[in-house]
């Protein structure tokens, strides 16, 4: 059975800092995970990626504020959030895309930064 569960959404003020936390079990071992957001009336986005190897990719609105972690022992992957913006506020998903092409999204956390 697959399962993944976000977390650690919240409301913030600008500049405060939030971690989010998605919990997969099931999945299997070689898989890419990601963090994607989606503001209301805009598309989803790329936040930052992390590949079975350790690779890290962020995307320009993430770099150098966000870092993404995982710890393979709790089958869990975090994004630690600092230096929050106002446009920052959106629904966080977990992606988990896996070696044999399938995709799969949680249901979101949300995140709101207040001015």
């Known amino acids: 059975v697959q399962a993944q569960v976000e977390s650690g959404g919240g409301s913030v003020q600008a500049g405060g800092s939030l971690r989010l936390s998605c919990a997969a079990f099931?999945?299997?071992?070689?898989?890419?995970l990601s963090w994607y957001r989606q503001a209301p009336g805009k598309e989803r986005e790329f936040v930052s990626g992390i590949d079975g190897d350790g690779t890290t990719r962020y995307a320009d609105i993430a770099k150098g504020r966000f870092t993404i972690s995982q710890d393979n022992a709790k089958n869990t992957l975090y994004l630690r959030m600092t230096s929050l913006k106002t446009e920052d506020t959106a629904m966080y998903y977990c992606?988990?895309?896996?070696?044999?092409?399938?995709?799969?999204w949680g249901q979101g956390t949300q995140v709101t930064v207040s001015a």
């Open positions: 992606r988990i895309w896996t070696c044999g092409g399938f995709t799969y």
């Open positions: 099931g999945y299997p071992q070689c898989k890419t």
